[in-house]
């Protein structure tokens, strides 16, 4: 029936109204998702990456504090695809070792950051309007307003810089964009009829804010989620940059740049390499996350 | 209009007064305080302890922490941020002399930025989809992914290494080039030389996100009505796009201004490592490293209340490109 354009018209119409169909939910958010072939690509190149870092002692040639001077600053060659640093380790073994702090950083990092953002959001939004929303949005202003790189250094100055402390240092300070987030959305599904007649049943506020408000706003937390993964390890490799991250024997592709600085002019490969592992996954990251905020909510679509 | 002016300013002091709290009491907890770095106690344990005391003492350190920071409130109201620990001046002097290499080298950056994002965001936007548009979005979406420190590592290697010594891989200056000594042209020409990749990184950075805003800022308002309109009245593209589009596409672009005053702030710390630039970036690194509290608790002062002023900038810019706002 119809014309061919009718029908398109349909399936567009179709594909803008969650749950209009059939279909459950989540199938249809899956086949939006797999028609976006750049979020596909992503995706598989972030399941890559996972996979190497899971798999990093079989994968990088040699132990992570394996030194053989001998070999210092040797450039690219098949014994060494990526050069040698000034302890003459080998580069891509690094790199591949290196992952393992980048990507679990970068995820718990995101979890901190997103606990907080949801708790603080959701209270703040949902008893909008009271004292415990003025406070709590004026600690998320005055944390917004610390240049972060500064607050970031004072923290670590104070809790010494170890992977762990440098995972919670980055969910503390990254939380406010996320709670304003979450509370807009509360304020306006707060209003809703759906709560209203929750509450006129007699659930209580924890009940309206976890099984009723939260499932409704949880779409842009998980696109906000993804992309703060990205900014989380490029956060973590510029605190390691700065000799603040990651400490040996550990290592993370931002540790790896500082070091390749100080031997730039004789070892230009030790700085190049450990940016392009960083440049990918964060570039990964940011399309997963545009993909999914197409996926999840047609209506969020830029 | 003054008075949302005056609401504005006296909801910037609670702000402020959380938020140099939170770093007072962060940066007071650190362990190994400043009379340690002073006396380098961690390397050498034979430090005579009294002279630790001493030096806590003359710091007033041993006072309970809400005394400490009720004395830096009421000395900061007062213009007076003390004394710095270990270049033994005060904190006032030490930002006077970095500020100005900040400023100098971010407000190039802000109007190189500026001026070149938006019209390449104009361009993509109007000829989208083609050629152009792909290579200009293609770059930004990348270039937004990379870390800075990266990018200035490459160009410290791919240009500044090969230029022959035209252009320096890091510093602020050559040593001994000043006024005094030299012709007026050759100290800018220097400068100017050391300028070059520290510019050219940043404005690369800012310029990634700004020209991705601009373009999808342009795209939405050449969907609306009004440009129809203008189109049907028959005006020439040329006045379509530069006078009615641009100006109302400009809105959100003046929104996310202020977020880019305060990244220039706290993005000083990274330029400036890389490049050894001697702004205030490089200074409160330092100081915050080496536990010199009073310095540190100045530039987080004052990096604070640059950031606050950036969004109270935008805000009354709004009242400036936009009629129908009115603040009362």
């Known amino acids: 029936m119809g014309t061919p354009a009718d029908k398109k018209a349909v399936a567009v119409l179709d594909a803008s109204m969650v749950g209009a169909s059939d279909e459950p939910l989540w199938k249809s958010i899956v086949k939006r998702y797999w028609r976006n072939k750049a979020a596909v690509l992503a995706l598989v190149v972030l399941i890559f990456l996972g996979l190497v870092a899971v798999f990093a002692p079989v994968l990088a040639k040699e132990p992570i504090d394996f030194i053989n001077v001998v070999v210092r600053h040797k450039p690219p060659s098949w014994e060494h695809p990526m050069g040698t640093d000034f302890l003459g380790r080998d580069v891509m073994a690094r790199l591949i070792w290196g992952s393992r702090v980048s990507l679990s950083v970068g995820f718990i990092a995101m979890g901190m950051s997103v606990v907080i953002g949801t708790v603080v959001g959701a209270l703040a939004g949902y008893y909008g309007g009271s004292w415990l929303d003025i406070l709590l949005m004026r600690i998320a202003e005055a944390v917004d307003v610390i240049p972060v790189l500064f607050l970031l250094i004072t923290l670590v100055a104070v809790f010494r810089p170890s992977i762990f402390n440098i995972m919670m240092i980055i969910g503390i300070t990254s939380w406010p964009s996320l709670a304003r987030i979450v509370r807009g959305q509360f304020l306006s599904l707060r209003a809703r009829d759906f709560t209203e007649a929750s509450r006129a049943l007699g659930a209580k506020d924890a009940r309206l804010i976890f099984r009723h408000i939260l499932p409704n706003a949880i779409a842009p937390i998980i696109v906000s989620a993804t992309l703060r993964i990205g900014t989380a390890i490029l956060t973590e490799s510029s605190l390691s940059f700065l000799g603040l991250g990651t400490q040996p024997p550990n290592t993370s592709w931002g540790q790896m740049l500082n070091l390749g600085r100080q031997y730039l002019k004789q070892a230009p490969w030790v700085a190049i390499w450990p940016g392009i592992p960083i440049l990918i996954t964060v570039l990964a990251f940011n399309y997963v996350g545009d993909g999914l905020r197409d996926a999840l909510d047609p209506r969020m679509k830029q | ?328």
């Open chain 2, 1 to 328: 209009m003054s008075r949302y002016m005056v609401k504005r300013l006296l909801n910037m002091i609670p702000i402020l007064l959380i938020a140099t709290l939170i770093s007072f009491l962060i940066m007071h907890n650190a362990p190994g305080g400043p009379e340690n770095m002073f006396l380098g106690a961690e390397q050498n344990a034979e430090v005579d302890a009294s002279r630790l005391s001493a030096l806590r003492e003359k710091w007033g350190l041993n006072d309970p922490l809400p005394v400490q920071y009720y004395r830096w409130v009421k000395n900061a109201t007062a213009g007076d941020l003390g004394y710095s620990y270990f270049q033994r001046r005060a904190v006032t002097e030490v930002i006077a002399e970095a500020l100005p290499k900040t400023l100098e080298l971010s407000l190039i950056v802000l109007v190189l930025t500026y001026v070149i994002a938006i019209p390449l965001g104009v361009i993509s936007a109007v000829r989208q989809y083609s050629r152009f548009d792909y290579l200009v979005t293609g770059i930004a979406f990348v270039g937004q992914a990379a870390p800075v420190f990266w990018i200035a590592m490459l160009l410290q290697y791919g240009v500044a290494m090969h230029s022959g010594g035209l252009i320096p891989v890091s510093g602020f200056s050559s040593p001994m080039v000043d006024f005094s000594s030299y012709g007026w042209l050759s100290v800018i020409g220097d400068r100017l030389r050391f300028l070059f990749l520290p510019v050219v990184t940043a404005t690369f950075t800012g310029l990634t996100g700004l020209t991705r805003y601009m373009r999808s800022s342009m795209l939405e308002v050449l969907k609306e009505d009004y440009t129809r309109t203008a189109r049907a009245k028959g005006l020439p593209e040329k006045l379509v796009i530069y006078k009615h589009a641009l100006r109302n596409a400009l809105l959100p672009i003046v929104t996310i201004s202020g977020g880019i005053l305060a990244s220039l702030v706290s993005g000083s710390v990274i330029l400036e490592t890389v490049f050894s630039w001697p702004g205030i970036g490089r200074v409160g690194y330092e100081a915050v490293v080496g536990r010199d509290y009073p310095v540190s608790m100045g530039i987080l002062l004052m990096g604070t209340i640059l950031t606050l002023l950036g969004f109270l900038l935008v805000d009354i810019a709004y009242v400036f490109v936009d009629p129908r706002i009115k603040y009362d």
